[in-house]
């Protein structure tokens, strides 16, 4: 099954990563800080490839949502650690996952519409995890591998960051060490996208 290179150390190997939107006056285009649990910056997450249009169709509306996403996942030297492609949606949502080079890592697959929403985490068109919503608001989700056993969670509070965060648009992500690939970066790739590149029907 896929492996990325990027995965085995570095941003993509951290047990937990804080997720942090900037706000903006004018907030035509999608940019996440990515910190440590100490609060140090390690990377963010960029909108790429938005055309004219689709700035202005966010300015006036909020029909850009069911439109094409593409986002790039960098480090904090610059170097870019995943892909990310959204196609454009009318009622789930799925996120195609590269690496930085470019390379197939596998997909995030929203599986349902009513109710708590679940993701599956799929590679070369095998299930590897899943993403179980608990509380879309509060940004909760419980992170399994296929035998349901649980390996990660993302959630908007942890009392164990050392860190001082000001934001309230922020989620923590957590994975356990154990969590295998290619489980571990689709994971990471669902939840550093996980306000607009998945769901993106709140703002």
């Known amino acids: 099954m896929t492996q990325t290179n990027e995965a ?3 941003l993509l190997a951290l047990p937990v990563l804080v997720v942090e939107q900037k706000k903006r006056v ?3 285009s999608t940019d996440y ?6 609060g140090d910056r390690v990377g963010r997450v960029r909108q790429v490839d938005q055309g004219a249009g689709q700035r202005l169709l966010r300015f006036v509306s909020s029909f850009d949502k069911y439109l094409k996403f593409s986002f790039e996942v960098i480090d904090a030297s610059g170097a870019v650690l995943l892909r990310l ?3 454009a949606k009318v009622l789930k949502s799925r996120l195609i996952v590269e690496s930085g080079a470019g390379v197939a890592v596998g997909e995030i697959v929203q599986t349902n519409m009513l109710g708590k929403i679940n993701f599956a985490l799929e590679s070369e068109g095998v299930l590897v995890g899943e993403m ?3 509380s879309w608001r509060d940004k909760k989700f419980t992170i399994k591998d296929p035998q349901a056993n649980r390996v990660g969670d993302i959630s908007k509070r942890w ?8 934001s309230e648009d922020k989620y923590v992500v957590r994975l356990e060490p154990h969590a ?4 571990r970066t689709l994971a990471i790739a669902a939840s550093v996208c996980l306000d607009v590149a998945l769901h993106h029907e709140e703002r």
Do not use: A, I, K, N
């Open 8 to 10: 085995s150390s570095g």
């Open 180 to 183: 295998p690939e290619p489980l």
């Open 132 to 134: 179980m919503g608990h």
């Open 159 to 166: 009392e164990g960051l050392r860190g001082v965060f000001h």
């Open 26 to 28: 004018l907030d035509v």
């Open 85 to 87: 492609t959204r196609p």
């Open 33 to 38: 800080s990515l910190f440590d649990e100490d």
